[in-house]
């Protein structure tokens, strides 16, 4: 308790007066502090927290709370903005988020708190695919976001097409949303893992290993050839007809949607063997043609009744007899006994020569030698 009151029990009005200026202080100090007390609400990318604060500004207040601010932070009110008592400043981080958007990467920068900014920013459809959920919070230090866009894609498959809206990010799960199941030897247009663009068409192809097909084949038979002196030559004749063999072949097929794509041969059988054709081949030469007569006129016959005469023996009176003994004609002139008596004239042998032109050729010969030449010689005079 203050005492007012002097030692001797009297009344001090000077003290009285020192301790009212001294609690008028106080209370003048105590109003000033709780005039300047202010409660702010914080939102810091949705984290919201109520300081206490002396601070005049938003960025007073801000720093009070350690929040560092970068230049590419989003505040408002603005940062030189006064603040009052229950004023509510909201803080957005600025953030380096790396998406992948339809397969492709690049590094954005946001200051939204939340996925469902980020893709508000971008301006995607709001039926992509999305990695994380929509109210996942970003992080500052570095978040990652995979979006898949709706694209229309074509399905060619089992005779069928369809078009569908996917958001899925590859071609294997495209097929697999679509109800299209790929067998081992199935083939798709487009790899599984490849990225889906719009518009794209995946043709899916049915491949069938397990069919065989046989063909049954002829084989050419063989053909021996055998000389015989016996036929002309240039003739042939076949002994032995020739057969053809006969193989089975088994082919491995490859169908692609129902249709040979290719076929592998994995056995051949023997059937039937074939048989050889016998043929035998003529070398036989055959007789050269001789020379026409050359239709040289003869001179008048001479002698005509007595070379009739031994041309009946020697020829039976055929003057164009060749028989292949080496004599020739009416007359039977040798080639030499022809020749040399100047015969080639008229022909090449005596059987080709008219009847004057032999009993030219005899006469010369008579002339010279008489009717020794002729064995018949004694026809002549009877």
Known sequence: MVNFFKSDGKFSFVKVGTQMVVLAALVLGLVAFVGNNKTVTLNVDGKVSSVQTFGGTVGQVVKSAKVELQAADRVWPS???RVENGSVINVNLAKAVKVSLDGAEKTVSTTAPDVAGLVTQLGVASASEISVPKDAQLAVDGSFVAISTPK???IIADGKAAKTTTTAPNVGEVLKDAGVKLAAADRSSQPANAPVVNNMV??????????????????????????SAQLAKGEQKVTQPGVPGAVTKTYKLVLVDGREASRTLVSTTATR???TEKVTVGTKEEPKPEAANTGAAAPA???VAMWDKIAQCESTGNWSINNGN????????????WIGAGGGAYAPNASLATKAQQIDIANRVYAERGLSPWGCG?????
Do not use: C
């Open 152 to 154: 229309t894609v074509s």
């Open 273 to 275: 063997e074939p048989v």
């Open 202 to 227: 995946i043709k899916v192809s049915r491949v069938e290993t397990g069919k065989t097909a046989t063909t049954t084949e002829e084989v050419p038979f063989d053909r021996l050839s055998t000389d």
């Open 378 to 382: 004694w026809a002549a005079s009877s």
């Open 79 to 81: 940062a030189d903005a």
């Open 301 to 303: 016959m001479m002698n």
């Open 326 to 337: 080496g004599y020739y004609g009416g007359l039977q002139f040798d080639i030499q006994t």
